[in-house]
């Protein structure tokens, strides 16, 4: 069992940033890839950026590249979604998740822990 806390969320101004913090505990944190999902109100949730368990392999989805950056610290049991140049279009609720595989995964089901969530509101 893994549980997983989000942290760092907030309101921001379009192109303003902020840094989302995942904190880990339980089982052993590098034995998972780790990956962040974003659901806007009304919409499913959806793939935002994954890391393999190393932090050696990373990726994004189409919409974040060039502007959000995940990476970990498997001594702090913790991963970081860096955001850049936000738009209003990133509202979501964030969402961090653990895989027990290797690499990195980009749908919601090769995911078995989520955390609760966190709000960022990037207003125009």
């Known amino acids: 069992q893994v549980q997983l806390v989000e942290s760092g969320g907030g309101l921001v101004q379009a192109g303003g940033s902020l840094r989302l913090s995942c904190a880990a505990s339980?089982?052993?944190?590098?034995?998972?890839?780790m990956g962040w999902f974003r659901q806007a109100p009304g919409k499913e949730r959806v793939f935002v950026a994954a890391i393999s368990w190393s932090g050696g392999i990373t990726g994004y989805a189409d919409s974040v590249k060039g502007r959000l950056t995940i990476s970990r610290d498997n001594a702090k049991n913790t991963v970081y979604l860096q955001m850049n140049s936000l738009k209003p279009e990133d509202t979501a609720v964030y969402y961090c998740?653990?895989?027990?595989?290797?690499?990195?995964?980009?749908?919601?089901?090769?995911?078995?822990?989520w955390g609760q969530g966190t709000q960022v509101t990037v207003s125009s």
């Open positions: 998740a653990a895989s027990m595989g290797r690499a990195y995964y980009t749908t919601a089901n090769q995911y078995a822990y």
């Open positions: 339980g089982r052993t944190f590098s034995n998972y890839a």
